[in-house]
């Protein structure tokens, strides 16, 4: 029997939640993300008011198409700043403000296209102007194509000196972005991370491995994606405040469940079949051992989206 096949089969039968939001207001098409108001299109994103098109976007306001972004107001195109205020297309800046085309600047002030500047202002491709000079000359700049403006801040880039890796207090870790993480190998975007490896937007996790968007207290799990306090999971998507789970989705405050969709508060459940504690393990076992025979164990199911399917996405 192909166990990968029945679990596709079992998928299809069950419904699954369209969009997944928490204690949001006047915001129907945003998907996890929780405790916001007035937003459109924003994707793990949380506490924020009035932003639009953005991913991972934390505590902001008046922002639009921000990505990785946290506690930012007033934002147009911009990645990975904090505490930014009325900047534009930006990127790695922190605790500044008017600030555009402009990349891994820190408590700088009006700004445009520079790099690598730190508690800066009036400064134009990196030259220094006085107040008047450089509003004065600023309305010449922004008056250049986008393609202009970022070809002299790429070459700009070229001949300033930037930070190899993002990150704070981390020891034994390898990545870009990370903070606070011990022993943890191939992981970006993650906080709180300890003997990890190849995690990527994960915080607070410890012993799990190819796992994304993982989240608060979570431990020794593999291959999962899109949870939230869980323990000891395998080949899961979307399960939260659960433990002991293998091939299974949209599972909520359960444990020891195998290919099991769309449950909240069961255990012991195989196919979404009841078993006792008892059966349950033998049963488990041997499912397992026909799919190591059959080489589908540790496979993930396929793709119901074609235009994935042709570049290799299972």
Same mark, same amino acid.
């Given at each position: %029997?192909? $166990?990968?096949?029945?679990?596709?089969?079992?998928q299809f039968k069950h419904p699954r939640m369209s969009i997944l939001q928490v204690n949001c207001e006047n915001s129907p098409y945003v998907n996890y993300t929780g405790n916001s108001k007035n937003c459109y299109l924003l994707v793990g994103s949380e506490y924020d008011q009035d932003c639009y098109y953005g991913y991972f976007l934390y505590n902001s306001e008046d922002c639009v198409d921000c990505d990785y972004c946290f506690y930012c107001q007033l934002c147009y195109d911009c990645v990975d700043c904090h505490?930014?205020?009325?900047?534009? !297309?930006?990127? +790695?800046?922190?605790?500044?403000? *008017?600030?555009?085309? *402009?990349?891994?600047?820190?408590?700088?002030?009006?700004?445009?296209?520079?790099?690598?500047?730190?508690? !800066?202002?009036?400064?134009?491709?990196?030259?220094?102007?006085?107040?008047?000079?450089?509003?004065?000359?600023? !309305?010449?700049?922004?008056?250049?194509?986008?393609?202009?403006?970022?070809?002299?801040?790429?070459?700009?880039?070229?001949?300033?000196?930037?930070?190899?890796?993002? &990150?704070?207090?981390?020891?034994?870790?390898?990545?870009?972005?990370? @903070?606070? #993480? !011990?022993?943890?190998?191939?992981?970006?975007?993650?906080?709180?991370?300890?003997?990890? &490896?190849?995690?990527?937007? #994960?915080?607070? /996790?410890? +012993? *799990?491995? +190819?796992? =994304?968007?993982?989240?608060?207290?979570?431990?020794?799990? @593999?291959?999962?994606? =899109?949870?939230?306090?869980?323990?000891?999971?395998?080949?899961?998507?979307?399960?939260?405040?659960?433990?002991?789970?293998?091939?299974?989705?949209?599972?909520?405050? *359960?444990?020891?469940?195998?290919?099991?969709?769309?449950?909240?508060?069961?255990?012991?459940? /195989?196919?979404?079949?009841?078993?006792?504690?008892?059966?349950?393990?033998?049963?488990?076992?041997?499912?397992?051992?026909? %799919?190591?025979?059959?080489?589908? $164990?540790?496979?993930?199911?396929?793709?119901?989206?074609?235009?994935?399917? /042709?570049? &290799?996405?299972?």
């Amino acid at each position: %029997m192909n $166990y990968l096949k029945y679990m596709q089969e079992l998928q299809f039968k069950h419904p699954r939640m369209s969009i997944l939001q928490v204690n949001c207001e006047n915001s129907p098409y945003v998907n996890y993300t929780g405790n916001s108001k007035n937003c459109y299109l924003l994707v793990g994103s949380e506490y924020d008011q009035d932003c639009y098109y953005g991913y991972f976007l934390y505590n902001s306001e008046d922002c639009v198409d921000c990505d990785y972004c946290f506690y930012c107001q007033l934002c147009y195109d911009c990645v990975d700043c904090h505490q930014c205020y009325d900047c534009r !297309k930006c990127q +790695d800046c922190k605790n500044s403000r *008017s600030l555009q085309y *402009s990349e891994d600047l820190i408590g700088c002030t009006d700004c445009f296209g520079c790099v690598g500047l730190r508690r !800066k202002e009036y400064h134009i491709f990196n030259e220094k102007y006085d107040r008047e000079k450089y509003f004065a000359a600023l !309305k010449g700049f922004q008056s250049l194509e986008g393609e202009e403006i970022e070809r002299r801040v790429e070459a700009l880039k070229c001949t300033t000196p930037r930070i190899m890796v993002h &990150g704070d207090q981390n020891e034994n870790a390898f990545g870009d972005y990370l @903070y606070n #993480c !011990k022993n943890c190998f191939y992981c970006f975007d993650v906080k709180q991370l300890q003997d990890c &490896g190849y995690m990527n937007n #994960c915080e607070q /996790i410890t +012993d *799990s491995y +190819d796992c =994304s968007n993982n989240y608060y207290k979570s431990e020794l799990n @593999y291959e999962v994606m =899109s949870a939230m306090n869980i323990a000891n999971c395998h080949f899961c998507y979307g399960v939260f405040d659960s433990y002991d789970l293998e091939y299974s989705e949209n599972i909520y405050g *359960s444990h020891h469940l195998f290919g099991c969709f769309t449950m909240k508060g069961r255990s012991y459940c /195989i196919f979404n079949e009841q078993y006792s504690p008892e059966e349950w393990p033998k049963k488990v076992a041997e499912i397992k051992a026909l %799919m190591r025979r059959e080489g589908t $164990y540790g496979k993930h199911l396929t793709t119901t989206y074609p235009e994935l399917a /042709i570049h &290799g996405f299972s």
